[in-house]
C-alpha cells in the first residue's frame, strides 16, 4: 500500500511514523517539514498528502499536526477525503470500519508511540464495512454532501 505521509513538524510521532509505516510494508510519500521540497504548515501539508489520496498516487494518508485537528480540517476540504482524527484504537478502528476514512489524523503532542502503534495496528486491520443498509448508504451520503 502507498500512504501518504504530513506533518507541520519533525517532533514527537513525526519523527517515527515513516520507519513505522514502512516496517509494515507499506511505501511512504513525504509532506511538510517531512521533507525539504515541501511547505510545512499545517494546512498545506496536510492538504498535499489528502490531494495523493484523492487523485490515486496513496492509497491512504495519514497527517499530523500539534493537535491533529487542524491537519483533520485541511484533508476533509479535498473532495473524496474522509479523514478522521483519532485519539485511540478503538476510534481508528470505528473510522476506518463506519466511516471508510481513507486519512487518519493524530496529534504529535497527545500521541506517544506506544499509542501510535496502537492507533496504526487498529487503522491497518480494519476494513470498510459493507453493510448496504446503514454503513454504506451513510459513507455515500457524505460523499453525496
Partial sequence: MRVSL??????GIASVLASEITNR????LLHGA???????????????????????????????????????I???KVPGVRAALCADAYTATGARKW???NVLALSVRATSVPLLIEILDAW???E??????????????????
Fill in 128 to 145: 470498510s464495512s459493507s453493510d448496504q443498509t446503514d454503513d454504506r448508504a451513510n459513507i455515500d451520503h457524505v460523499d453525496d454532501i
Fill in 25 to 28: 510494508g507499506h511505501s511512504v
Fill in 99 to 101: 466511516n471508510d476514512a
Fill in 74 to 76: 485541511a484533508a476533509n
Fill in 6 to 11: 504530513s506533518s507541520d513538524m519533525p517532533d
Fill in 124 to 126: 491497518f486491520a480494519e
Fill in 34 to 72: 517531512l521533507t525539504a521540497e515541501d511547505r510545512a504548515d499545517w494546512a498545506w501539508s496536510a492538504s498535499a498528502a489528502a490531494r495523493d489520496v484523492a487523485t490515486g498516487h496513496a492509497d491512504q494518508a495519514i497527517v499530523c499536526c500539534w493537535t491533529g485537528t487542524g491537519a483533520s
